[in-house]
Nanobody
Framework: VQLVESGGGLVRPGESLTLSCVAS????????MAWYRQAPGKQREWVAT???????DYLDSVKGRFTVSRDNAKKTTYLQMNDLKPEDTAVYYC????????WGGGTLVNVSS
């Protein structure tokens, strides 16, 4: 399985970004997918989940600002990020929620004034 994240960049506080993650080499729609992030000097942390059926979950600090979605036909997971804060600065990764595949390269989100 290959995961390729994209959409990161340098933005100012309060701005928005949408991240994308394309999965290849696997059946996609049966898996619950998640976004994770790793800030400089910190461990990778879970950010959001979109279940294979219905429903989503979010890290408390991103609730109301981030929205996770998926397009099963495109084998793509999205993370819409609004009202970005400096503490959101990190490399963002996607993977399935459990028994993760090999991690992709991630995409860097840098929130700075």
């Amino acid at each position: 399985v290959q995961l390729v994240e994209s959409g990161g960049g340098l933005v100012r506080p309060g701005e928005s970004l949408t991240l994308s993650c394309v999965a290849s080499g696997t059946v996609f729609d049966i898996h619950s997918m998640a976004w994770y992030r790793q800030a400089p000097g910190k461990q990778r942390e879970w950010v959001a989940t979109i279940y294979s059926g219905v429903g989503t979950d979010y890290l408390d600090s991103v609730k109301g600002r981030f929205t996770v979605s998926r397009d099963n036909a495109k084998k793509t997971t999205y993370l819409q990020m609004n009202d970005l804060k400096p503490e959101d600065t990190a490399v963002y990764y996607c993977n399935r929620l459990t028994d993760q595949w090999k991690w992709g390269g991630g995409t860097l989100v840098n929130v700075s004034s």
